[in-house]
């Protein structure tokens, strides 16, 4: 066989390794940073007192008990955990999902629990109501059509975000995918004096088979049906550029995309078009994979786990909620 070149020959000119050669100069020259402040830890609070569910498809994270959240809040705070977002699982659930604006549900009773011991600490309040229906869906249900009806819904939300104002939320985090919630939410806050609570709109939140370890934790599966005419479709980009406009126009002050991980392309998009603060979720399916893996010693959890926090924040994420959260901010304390 005749080659066309000796590879002894080879000079190239221009060297990136020159610049990967020590640890030092990697990090020096590192485009993108990871902080314990850039990670929110997502909490599920649980009606009543003296207890802990451990939820099985998420090791490591568990149903808590408002009595029960000192603890945790101590660690978080050591780890330079800035933010909480906060999901309810109330003991009765109603066709309108009244539980989520009862001022004496599981999220007002933490969050006010929560302002009194961390003060500083940022508070999310997850808006929606599918964790308080008795049919599991995100909003109220149309008699005729059995269909999620949107502008009933609206009202409710807003209801909902006011009672979590009222608590102490900093920040209120419509997750329906209704339209309109954030400009509902918006208007409801303001009439109740709330001017300073923000909006965290999960503004492109798609319908993902990677929240399945979630619904069992706040045990809000659906009864019939699924979200797919409310949530997004996998495939479509532009229409969440569309989602994230509307948002900001309806008064959000920071937007989401949901799932983070399967939609980095989109993180990036939304970027690029808005000057909002951008978050993104790593959901509780992507947490329950690389667990699955890293159980099985197929992964080295530590390093695939920042390694995919790393990714979000490049695609352009400001924010990563995450359940990796406390373990992440530990890892970057040992400098992994
Ligand atoms: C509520 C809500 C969901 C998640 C966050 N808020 C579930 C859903 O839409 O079914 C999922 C979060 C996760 O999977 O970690 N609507």
New binding site residues.
Partial sequence: METLWTPAAVKPRVRPRRLRRTAQLREALGETTLRAAQLVH?LFVREGSGGDWPIASMPGHAQLTVDRLDAELGEIDALGIRSVLL?GIPDAKDPSGSGAWNPSGPVPRAIAAIKRRSPSLVVIA?V?L??YTSHGH?GLLDDVTGAVSNDATLTLLAQAAAAYADAGADIVAP???MDGQVAAIRAGLDDAGHTDAAILA?AV?YA?A??????E??Q??PTFGD?RAY?MHAGNAREALREARLDEEEGADMLMV??AGPYLDIIQRVRAETDLPLAA?Q???E?AMLKAAAERGWIDEPRAAMESLLGIRRAGADLVIT?YAKAAARWLAEGV
């Fill in positions: 997502p999901f997850d929606c599918c964790e995100c997750s329906a995918m999960y939140k993902s990677f929240y399945g370890p979630f619904r934790a706040a809000s599966a979200r949530q949901k799932p979720y959901v509780s399916g947490y359940y």
